[in-house]
């Protein structure tokens, strides 16, 4: 059974850091392209980072591409976006998804993953 599981997030001051986790059971990493999302209230899911394995490429959205870094342990088969400078606008909850079924191309359309996570949420507040 595929599953991913967020964790990491959390109430932070702006100008701070956190570092999420995702944890992949029921399929291995070489496997997929792994993608981080995020849904702000009354917003629509966006993408914001994605890593794959056809060549270990990352990618970023352009308005984030400065503060977010992801990173991939294959070894605890497990994907990592470390945020920094946070800021007020980046609080949303924050979901890894998998695509491999059919591309392990990365790209940030939400409906061209086959399976997420539960999402974990980040707030950016003094």
């Known amino acids: 059974q595929v599953q991913l599981v967020e964790s990491g997030g959390g109430l932070v001051q702006p100008g701070g850091s956190l570092r999420l986790s995702c944890a992949l059971s029921g399929f291995t990493l070489r496997d997929f392209a792994i993608g981080w999302f995020r849904q702000a209230p009354g917003k629509e899911r966006e993408g914001v980072s994605c890593t794959t394995s056809l060549d270990g490429s990352t990618y970023y959205r352009y308005s984030v591409e400065d503060r977010f870094t992801i990173s991939r342990d294959a070894a605890k088969n497990a994907v990592y976006l470390l945020i920094s400078s946070l800021k007020p606008e980046d609080t949303a909850v924050y979901y890894c998804?998998?695509?491999?079924?059919?591309?392990?191309?990365?790209?940030?359309?939400?409906?061209?993953?086959?399976?997420w996570g539960q999402g974990t949420q980040v707030t950016v507040s003094s």
């Open positions: 998804a998998a695509k491999g079924l059919r591309s392990r191309l990365c790209e940030f359309t939400p409906g061209a993953y086959d399976h």
